[in-house]
Structure formats: structure tokens, C-alpha cells
């Protein structure tokens, strides 16, 4: 089963611990004026969005790696993945609900081990924001903050992380609480086909 797809979409979509629409209301009293009165300039309003997104983006990383970051975080907890919910549905019937808990956990831990790993990533594609950039993500829509992270880091969040998934697999035993899953699921479907 690849879990790739799971981790990394979640862990990218988690680029902030605030809002898109929040970055904003923070973002557009910085197009106000300054602190003397005066109106900032482009590269101050840049510099203070830049500021926004990098302490959002080191908070986020910081609460999605910690034990529990995914696992208890209803925003971003990886739940059993749909493609496979026949195997869940089968395996509690047959009284392996604790087996599919743990594999659930362990998939969650999983991504707090590899999570560790975005946020210099985040912080790169913040820092080289053009001010086209910055005024597009003030300017536009509601997401316009995650849509740009997610231009700008999916490919290198996927080569970083794709090594480290598979290490955090191995360590928070992904496979060994699929395996019987998998294999009881196998067993009760031979039994329902005959």
C-alpha cells in the first residue's frame, strides 16, 4: 500500500497553523501605515507577509511533528484510507477494531516523524516571494497563501519527503499493523466468495 500520497498531501496542505483568511486580516493592516503614520512601502508590506508565513510556517511544523501533532489534531488526522475502507469495514466485523486503531495511530506517527523535515522547505519558497507574489496572495482568494506554497514546494516536499515517509513508515510499524489487517481481510473474503 503506498502511503506517500497520504502524508505528503496532508503535510502540504498543513503549510499554516493559521488561515489563509486570517494571514490576510494580518496581512491587509500591514498596507495601512507604519507605526510614525506613514503609508509602507511594497517591500515592508512584503517583508511583513514574508514574517507572517514564516512564524505560521514554523508554528505549524512545530505542532504537526510533536507525538499526537497529526494524531489528535482533527484537522490533519490521517484517518484509514478511503481506497482500503472495505478492508476496515471487513477486518471490525471481525473483531479487529483495536488492529485497525493502531495501524490508524501509526500511520498519524508516521507523519509527525516526517513533518519535521517541511518547514525549511516552506520557509525557502517564502523567502525568495517576489513582490508579485506577496500582492497575489494579499490580493486574492481566500487560499491564495496554501495555492502559492503548494506551487512552489510540492515536487521538493515530495523528493525530501518521499525517503523520510518510508522511514517513518518502517519506524512506527505502518506494515506490521497492515499486514493482518490485510490478511484477515483475505481470509474472510475467501470465505464470502464461496
Known amino acids: ?5 497520504i502524508t505528503l498531501s496532508t503535510i ?20 495601512g501605515t507604519g507605526a510614525a503614520g506613514q503609508t509602507l512601502t511594497n517591500d515592508e508590506v512584503i517583508a511583513g507577509l514574508k514574517e507572517a508565513l514564516s512564524i505560521g510556517t514554523e508554528n505549524a511544523a512545530s505542532l ?3 507525538n499526537d ?37 501509526s500511520l498519524n506517527r508516521a507523519a509527525e516523524q516526517a513533518s519535521r523535515e517541511a518547514a525549511p522547505i516552506f520557509l525557502d519558497a517564502i523567502l525568495s516571494m517576489s513582490i508579485s507574489d506577496g ?8 487560499n491564495a497563501a496554501t495555492d502559492y506554497l503548494r506551487e512552489k514546494t510540492y515536487d521538493r516536499l515530495y523528493d525530501a519527503f518521499r525517503p523520510k515517509v518510508e522511514t517513518a513508515v518502517s519506524n512506527t510499524k505502518v506494515g506490521e499493523n497492515w499486514t493482518p489487517l490485510v490478511n484477515a481481510y483475505n481470509t474472510a473474503s475467501l470465505f464470502t466468495r464461496a
Open 64 to 66: 504537526a511533528s510533536v
Open 69 to 105: 501533532g497529526f494524531n489528535l489534531n482533527p484537522k490533519i488526522h490521517i484517518p484509514f484510507p478511503e481506497d482500503a475502507i472495505r478492508v476496515k469495514n471487513t477486518v471490525v466485523d471481525l473483531g479487529m477494531g483495536n488492529q485497525v486503531d493502531r495501524f490508524v495511530e
Open 135 to 142: 500582492f497575489s496572495i494579499l490580493k486574492g482568494q481566500e
Open 1 to 5: 500500500m503506498k502511503f506517500k500520497s
Open 12 to 31: 502540504l496542505l498543513l503549510s499554516l497553523s493559521c488561515t489563509d483568511q486570517e494571514l490576510l486580516r494580518t496581512a491587509e493592516g500591514l498596507l
